[in-house]
């Protein structure tokens, strides 16, 4: 237990070096939708949807800055099991940045992972490889940019009893098109409860940073993310 908590500890830190450097900060809201769904043999679909929400106003840099979604975001795909710790993902993605602006950002997305569960007792380690296509699409300019990155995720999950569960990550995000660079950190620190065999709700906090423009200024986002997490078979044996 002690392990684990230094170990989500270290990922924060590590998380939030540049946050001095960062220029823009917003706190809100972070309502998730993770469903799965397993299938025949090998195989299991999937759904995430969230929202990150800017409940306020505020002055950013002598702008006014309003309180509004940020972005909305729609993911699906299939999963396949190669073995008992690792598994295959093929999905698609949209999400809109400013959805309810004028000046809103359309990406669709396709991905591939792989992923790896490896159990330890009560922990149970995740790492996830993954690569992102994007088609980025500019309403106002009407253009589209093709862009691809690849991102690395390392977590965990420590069952506390056979209710409760804490869950954490990091994931460091590497642009690919042009030159091999860092641009995009996601980490989160949750406490999970398991409502029944199918069903689990988790709260806990969420930090997301990304490259906001050609000056390397970084854009620095504290969220309080809710999630409710379903999983359910279609074909029972």
């Not at 170990?7 to 070096?17: A, D, G, P, Q």
């Not at 995009?184 to 490259?211: C, D, H, M, P, V």
């Not at 620095?220 to 409710?228: A, D, K, R, S």
Request: proline share 2%; with cysteine; aromatic share 20%.
């Amino acid at each position: 237990m002690l392990r684990f908590i230094f170990i989500l500890f270290f990922i924060f830190e590590v998380s939030l070096e540049g946050y001095m450097a960062q220029s823009v900060t917003y706190y809100g809201a972070f309502p998730t939708i993770d469903c799965t769904v397993k299938l025949k043999n090998k195989w299991s679909g999937y759904s995430y949807l969230f929202s990150a929400i800017k409940p306020y106003e505020s002055i950013e840099h002598n702008t006014y800055d309003a309180a509004r979604f940020l972005s909305t975001y729609a993911e699906f795909g299939m999963n396949y099991d190669l073995s008992s710790v690792l598994s295959g993902t093929f999905s698609y993605v949209n999400q809109r940045s400013e959805p309810f602006g004028a000046n809103y950002t359309n990406e669709n997305r396709v991905f591939q992972q792989l992923t790896l569960k490896l159990p330890y007792g009560r922990f149970q380690w995740k790492q996830r490889l993954r690569f992102d296509e994007r088609f980025i699409k500019n309403v106002h300019s009407s253009s589209t940019v093709f862009k691809h990155r690849l991102r690395y995720l390392i977590g965990g999950k420590y069952t506390l009893n056979d209710n409760i569960y804490l869950t954490g990550y990091i994931e460091s995000f590497f642009d690919t098109k042009n030159k091999f660079k860092y641009s995009e950190n996601w980490s989160a620190l949750q406490i999970g409860y398991k409502i029944n065999r199918n069903n689990a709700i988790e709260i806990g906090y969420l930090f997301t940073g990304w490259i906001r423009n050609r000056n390397d200024d970084w854009l620095n986002q504290h969220f309080l993310q809710f999630t409710w997490v379903s999983q359910f078979k279609i074909f029972k044996k």
